[in-house]
């Protein structure tokens, strides 16, 4: 699987990062949106579309997105399996709507959620607060 993803996104590559980290088989590819050369490595991506919601290629060559594209590649890595409670009908219509939200406005949650956290090509970092002695 190859799973498109905002890079400059806190939150966002947080989970990457942590996901890549489950897949000790070496399942899943990560692609940065905000790499210089995506649209020549993935011309058939709109990248203005893909930064409104993830998305991700199977290996048939499917698109999936949203939170379809969370729960199969955790359950790739065989972890966070309750995240399938989210696809079941009524709570998929729910966690759909919560995720929509989260991604318009995941730049402004990461900055909430994590204020010390800043991002720049494609690399997440935490600020470290001085050291005041």
């Known amino acids: ?79 966070h399996r309750w995240l399938k409670l989210i696809r079941l009908p009524i709570i998929r219509l729910f966690a759909d709507l919560g995720y929509r939200f989260f991604a318009k406005y995941r730049h402004s949650i990461s900055k909430f959620l994590m204020p010390n956290s800043s991002c720049s090509n494609g690399q997440c970092h935490r600020k470290l607060k001085s050291d005041k002695r």
């Open 1 to 79: 699987m190859i799973i498109f993803y905002d890079g400059n996104c806190p939150l966002c590559s947080i989970e990457m990062q942590q996901l890549k980290h489950a897949d000790i088989h070496q399942k899943i590819i990560l692609e940065d949106l905000n790499t210089l050369d995506f649209s020549l490595r993935y011309p058939s991506i709109d990248v203005n579309q893909a930064m409104t919601y993830l998305q991700a290629q199977t290996l048939s060559g499917e698109m999936i997105y949203g939170l379809d594209v969370t729960c199969q590649a955790w359950e790739i890595v065989g972890k």
